[in-house]
């Protein structure tokens, strides 16, 4: 007796965060399961598995049916469901995986580098698990049914009703006999989730050209398609996967679209209150300005007070100037919150519609936050905190009467005109020294593609025929930039996107280029990395790691070879976000990574953009 490894539920073994089989399995007071590694990420991450203020205040979510917890669980191993998940693993090894895990750390390409699973017994074949085995895991597998799964169900056969326990030993006899019949035609392998297979329901939307169920979802052109609609010429070839396993994938995304709305109210929030306060001060400051005039002045002569009367209304422009300024300020800075609160209310309604078809209509228009106003270097400033009048006052008090005539001009000089808005001088400054940069195919790893023009590159999903020549990186997915630099000032801008995993920086000419590297300055590299969406880093040994208050789309390379300095900045933001110094004696190049696409999740291109004055 033995049983195809295909016919255990895979979705029994499969963590719902990082959708692959059970890694150190441990289960929430809730009942369910996760890999130790990736709920202690969740919640240690705070913005997704945790809210509330301190630590005192803060709350811990299951990530599945949302309980809460205010005290953080202790979690421990569930040893049955760890010693099933891994005799499940190695009866899994036998079969050929369609795709390789994806590349970490440095971004290596690691499909080469896997290992040979071990040898079976000859009186078992590849993919078979022993019958004493099998009953074993019968007897503790009944106990990890999940509620609304019959507890008697092992087996799933070719249609959508699970074979009982008492007729599992036919429906393996069914699975291994009939060795003459030709091979079934292709269709995709079916996705799991904690919740059960991806099977459709006879009431599932169906394919108004074919009149089947929309189980599949084309990523290549963004829409629902049937299994007819894959062979056909319009979709076939592209990237397709189970719908209902996209519609959870984007649905769970919806969090971290939520997380980034409410950052930027509370950001625009904090922003109102500066601008309310600074608004206060300046009218403290302009009261006590003409408390100061109106003393002064009342020890003049007739003609001292009509140069008072002119002073005071100098005054009152220029308040009621800022004043304006500062309203149309929290007018627009209103109308923004207001905007965001509409998306994150349209956000939470999209996240409770069940509709598949008309969430992946509308999530790429809810995905997105709307663009808004940089505010980082927007302030409400006015030359009467400096009590510049008052001054001035005191100082022409002891000229001639020729000169109090002048007074009201020269205090219109230093009062009107102030700008609100001040751009910061340093990003403009390095924009000066930009360079036109291409990538140089013949240093590229084999699974990078670049773009004909040399302005982007982005990771295959296999490696490419090309030449082993001695520039080529033939394990780290990066490519170098044709332009070497042995002097002066340099300047560059890549667009990063919404990429979770890229490393930007410089590197030595004379690096080494072949198998595992490591990378830091000793090396020849200077790199900014960033990993998992929020993980920014400079690649030292061990690795600088960096806060970085807003996710920047677009990042500036700088380097000025002579002082042996390279920086790196937030180009919309306008900020620095890094710099290292160094010695440098070798010549370096532009260096890029887009990391390996993470089954789809960093597939996005690097893209070198031109540098706007």
């Not at 995986?97 to 079976?120: F, K, M, R």
């Amino acid at each position: 007796m033995a049983m195809p490894a295909a016919c255990l539920s895979v979705e029994q073994f499969t963590c719902s965060i990082c959708l692959d089989v059970f890694n150190n399995p441990v289960s929430t007071p809730c009942g369910h399961s996760f890999c130790q590694a990736c709920i202690s990420a969740y919640w240690d991450g705070g913005r997704r598995g945790g809210r509330g203020g301190g630590e005192g205040t803060k709350v811990y979510l299951c990530p599945l049916c949302k309980e809460s917890f205010r005290k953080r669980p202790e979690l421990h191993i569930n040893r049955t469901l760890k010693e099933i998940t891994e005799q499940f693993k190695w009866l899994s090894s036998a079969e050929v995986s369609l795709h390789g895990p994806e590349g970490g750390g440095v971004c290596e390409d690691l499909n080469s580098h896997s290992q040979q699973q071990p040898g079976l017994p000859l009186s078992q074949k590849p993919g078979e698990m022993p019958e004493g085995v099998f009953t074993e895991m019968m007897g503790r597998f009944q106990q990890l049914q999940p509620p609304g799964r019959p507890r008697n169900s092992i087996c799933d056969a070719s249609n959508p009703q699970l074979t009982p326990l008492h007729n599992a030993r036919p429906c393996f006899q069914a699975l291994s006999t009939d060795h003459h019949d030709p091979p079934p035609p292709y269709s995709p392998p079916r996705r799991y989730t904690l919740s059960g297979a991806s099977d459709f329901s006879p009431s599932a939307p169906l394919c108004p050209a074919h009149q089947r169920p929309l189980e599949f979802f084309c990523r290549t052109d963004n829409t629902c398609v049937c299994s007819v609609c894959m062979e056909t010429q319009e979709h076939r070839g592209h990237n397709v996967i189970p719908a209902k396993r996209e519609w959870q994938i984007r649905k769970s995304q919806l969090g971290i679209s939520e997380v980034e709305l409410q950052d930027l109210i509370s950001n625009k929030m904090k922003k109102v209150e500066e601008i309310q306060t600074s608004l206060r001060e300046i009218q403290a400051a302009a009261e006590k300005e003409t408390g100061g005039v109106v003393s002064s002045f009342s020890r003049l002569i007739t003609s001292v007070e009509r140069c008072q009367a002119e002073v005071l209304e100098v005054i009152e422009m220029s308040w009621r100037a800022t004043e304006r300024k500062a309203q149309s300020l929290l007018k627009e800075l209103e109308e923004e919150i207001s905007e965001l609160k509409k998306r994150s209310a349209a956000l939470n309604q999209l996240v409770l519609c069940e509709d598949y078809v008309h969430f992946l209509k509308t999530y790429p228009t809810l995905s997105t936050p709307p663009p808004s106003k940089d505010w980082s270097g927007v302030s409400v400033v006015s030359e009467l905190t400096s009590g510049v009048i008052l001054r001035t006052l005191n100082q022409t008090m002891e000229n001639l009467s020729e000169e109090l005539r002048k007074l009201p001009e020269v205090c219109q000089k230093y009062l009107l005109d102030q700008t609100v808005a001040r751009p910061n001088p340093k990003v403009r400054r390095v924009q000066e020294y930009a360079d036109d940069i291409t990538l140089d195919p013949n240093t590229s790893h084999p699974r990078l593609i670049i773009s004909v023009d040399g302005k982007q590159v982005y990771c295959g999903e296999r490696h490419q025929s090309v030449p082993d020549n001695p520039e080529r990186f033939d394990r780290v997915v990066c490519v170098l930039a044709r332009e070497g630099f042995n002097s002066g000032r340099h300047y560059w801008e890549v667009e990063v996107g919404g990429k979770t995993d890229w490393d930007l920086g410089v590197a030595s000419w004379s690096v080494n280029r072949k198998g595992k590297i490591t990378v830091s300055p000793a090396h020849g590299y200077w790199f900014l990395s960033l990993r998992d969406r929020t993980e920014y880093a400079f690649r030292t040994e061990p690795s600088t790691n960096l806060t970085v208050n807003l996710r920047p789309s677009r990042i500036g390379v700088y380097l000025d070879y002579d002082k042996g300095l390279v920086s790196f900045y937030d180009v919309e933001a306008k900020v620095l976000i890094y710099t290292f110094t160094d010695t440098f004696s070798d010549t370096l190049h532009p260096f890029f990574s887009p990391c390996t696409n993470k089954s789809g999740r960093n597939e996005a291109p690097l893209v070198i953009c031109p540098v706007l004055e």
